[in-house]
């Protein structure tokens, strides 16, 4: 076994990196996402005549169906399988994220005020209605962010299992996860300017479009470690060694048992 596996090391191939980069990219655009609405606040709030609580309010109800959704989504990956429940899951949050962009349309559709300064010039008598009907339309658009955004650790975590051995897997996770710092760093670098530039609508839709980019990648370059055309038999065997081992130590076992019976055959 050992000898196997030194083997695989000295000739494998390193695809699981190029994973493990998809993992990171996305933990990446999971917090981007995340982070736009809390970098528009000031802004929203003005448009809409939001209070803190009116704010507060989008923001725990986000916070309770990601911890809700979890549970859920977790299972859902292990159901439908790496590749497939990561896709669905980063494609609902680009959604959802995109969505958001559509909140003010529909707030003004619904108040019956045409454009964004004539909801932050509307009459104080307005400013309760425009403030309902405008959280309500955010935490719409956050639930569906929040479903989504709730599988990427499971996803992550279940590919990080699929294509590294135990030893490798704290690594690895580490990398990925370091996403989470890389997204929100950039997400203040770039959304203010996107919504000074285009509007806060269009830094949405930008960011959101992301994620969409990554399902595409996801498609063409994640595959099941046995179906992948990219990875040669050394780097499998690595990949699956923990398996290997277990199975070798079963087969001992059984061999051990059955030497025990016989021994204890021949002493009768």
Same mark, same amino acid.
């Given at each position: 076994? =050992? /000898?196997?596996?030194? +083997?695989?090391?000295?000739?494998? &191939?390193?695809?699981?990196?190029?994973?493990? +980069?998809?993992?990171?990219?996305?933990? &990446?655009?999971?917090?981007?996402?995340?982070?736009?609405?809390?970098?528009?606040?000031?802004?929203?709030?003005? $448009?809409? /005549?939001? *209070? @803190?609580?009116?704010?507060? &309010?989008?923001? *725990?109800?986000?916070?309770? +169906?990601? %911890?809700?959704?979890? $549970?859920?989504?977790?299972?859902?990956?292990?159901?439908?399988?790496?590749? @497939?429940?990561?896709?669905?899951?980063?494609?609902?949050?680009?959604?959802?994220?995109?969505?958001? %962009?559509?909140?003010?349309?529909?707030? =003004? /559709?619904?108040?019956?005020?045409?454009?964004?300064?004539?909801?932050?010039?509307?009459?104080?008598?307005?400013?309760?209605?425009?403030?309902?009907?405008?959280?309500? &339309?955010?935490?719409?658009?956050?639930?569906?962010?929040?479903?989504? #955004?709730?599988?990427?650790?499971?996803?992550?975590?279940?590919?990080?299992?699929?294509?590294?051995? =135990? @030893?490798?897997?704290?690594? %690895?996770?580490?990398?990925?996860?370091?996403?989470?710092?890389?997204?929100?760093?950039?997400?203040?670098?770039?959304?203010?300017?996107?919504?000074?530039?285009?509007?806060? #609508?269009?830094?949405?839709?930008?960011?959101?479009?992301?994620?969409?980019?990554?399902?595409?990648?996801?498609?063409?370059?994640?595959?099941?470690?046995? #179906?992948?055309?990219?990875?040669?038999?050394?780097?499998?065997?690595?990949?699956?060694?923990?398996?290997?081992?277990?199975?070798?130590?079963?087969?001992? #076992?059984?061999? /051990?048992? *059955?030497? =025990?019976?016989?021994?204890?055959?021949?002493?009768?």
């Amino acid at each position: 076994m =050992k /000898h196997l596996l030194n +083997t695989a090391n000295e000739t494998m &191939t390193r695809y699981r990196w190029t994973i493990c +980069t998809l993992l990171f990219f996305a933990t &990446t655009v999971n917090y981007l996402d995340r982070q736009v609405l809390s970098l528009l606040q000031t802004e929203l709030e003005t $448009i809409f /005549h939001w *209070s @803190k609580s009116d704010y507060g &309010t989008i923001t *725990s109800i986000f916070s309770l +169906t990601y %911890a809700i959704s979890m $549970i859920f989504v977790g299972r859902f990956i292990d159901r439908v399988g790496t590749k @497939k429940g990561y896709a669905w899951a980063i494609g609902l949050w680009s959604v959802g994220a995109c969505i958001h %962009a559509l909140c003010g349309l529909a707030t =003004k /559709h619904y108040v019956g005020i045409g454009t964004t300064d004539g909801l932050r010039n509307a009459s104080p008598d307005l400013f309760p209605f425009i403030a309902g009907v405008s959280v309500a &339309t955010f935490v719409i658009a956050r639930i569906v962010l929040a479903v989504g #955004e709730a599988g990427n650790f499971p996803a992550a975590i279940k590919a990080t299992a699929e294509y590294f051995p =135990k @030893k490798d897997r704290a690594y %690895a996770t580490g990398i990925f996860n370091s996403g989470s710092n890389v997204g929100a760093i950039l997400a203040p670098l770039s959304v203010p300017f996107m919504a000074k530039a285009w509007g806060w #609508e269009i830094a949405f839709l930008v960011i959101g479009s992301l994620g969409f980019i990554w399902v595409g990648f996801c498609l063409v370059f994640y595959k099941k470690p046995e #179906e992948n055309p990219w990875m040669n038999e050394a780097e499998r065997a690595y990949a699956n060694q923990d398996e290997a081992i277990e199975k070798e130590l079963m087969e001992q #076992e059984e061999i /051990h048992e *059955s030497d =025990k019976k016989k021994v204890t055959f021949f002493s009768v």
